[in-house]
């Protein structure tokens, strides 16, 4: 049950449009539409912003979008603005029904 | 409206045993898969354990196979995580989530802090 790997850090400017990957494997991104996305800002509760790689729970800005192709998949922040600076965390259910985090990416807005 | 609110924590030796709960209002536990996901301050978000909705399933993270019970009471609409065996390491924040068909968490609680040390 590795981590999926994040990067750690992404940056952007107000108005432009980052993306953070997720890697995983064949066993989990890889094998299922079964990833989420969650945003946390400090200290407070994490967030769902994704699932099922590209679906956006309602009230959840459609800057926000997913995808995945192979074992790999990105959540994209269109017109980014300084309250989607934030730690984001991916996640994926794996096929021993059990579900791993990604190790997080820290976005700034710059 | 919906919510989890989590008790129990503290500060517990190496080697003993604490009881987390998660008191759920706003809808209805064994309608649900939840989950325990702890994160150690500072640090990024670890997957615990899953109760299914009829409550005949379980699963756990390697790390705390054998170690830790996840399980609810109906009546009390209240999730529990009975942690034994406890180490240094298992010192984090702990939230309860509620599961959806499409394997998200859609609902945290606000977290109980439990730490492991002498």
């Known amino acids: ?110 | 409206e919906v919510q989890l609110v989590e008790s129990g924590g503290g500060l517990v030796q190496p080697g003993g045993s604490l009881r987390l709960s998660c008191a759920a209002s706003g809808f209805t536990l064994s309608s649900y898969w939840m989950h325990w996901v702890r994160q150690v301050p500072g640090k990024g978000l670890m997957w615990v354990s899953r109760l299914n909705d009829d409550g005949t399933s379980t699963t756990y993270a390697d790390s705390v196979k054998g170690r830790f019970t996840i399980s609810r009471d109906n009546a009390k609409n209240t999730l529990y995580l009975q942690m034994n065996s406890l180490r240094a390491e298992d010192t984090a924040v702990y939230y309860c989530a509620r599961g959806t068909a499409a394997a998200s968490l859609d609902c945290w609680g606000q977290g109980t802090l439990l730490t492991v040390s002498s």
Not at chain 1, 44 to 51: C, F, G
Not at chain 1, 62 to 80: V, W, Y
């Open chain 1, 1 to 110: 049950q590795s981590a999926l790997t994040q990067p750690a850090s992404v940056s952007g400017s107000p108005g432009q449009s980052i993306t953070i990957s997720c890697t995983g494997t064949g066993s989990d991104v890889g094998s299922y539409n079964l990833v989420s996305w969650y945003q946390q800002h400090p200290g407070k509760v994490p967030k769902l912003m994704i699932y099922d790689v590209t679906k956006r729970p309602s009230g959840v800005s459609d800057r926000f979008s997913g995808s995945k192709s192979g074992n790999t998949a990105s959540l994209t922040i269109s017109g980014l603005q300084a309250e989607d600076e934030a730690d984001y965390y991916c996640c994926s259910y794996v096929s021993d029904s059990t579900y791993v985090f990604g190790t997080g990416t820290k976005v700034t807005v710059l």
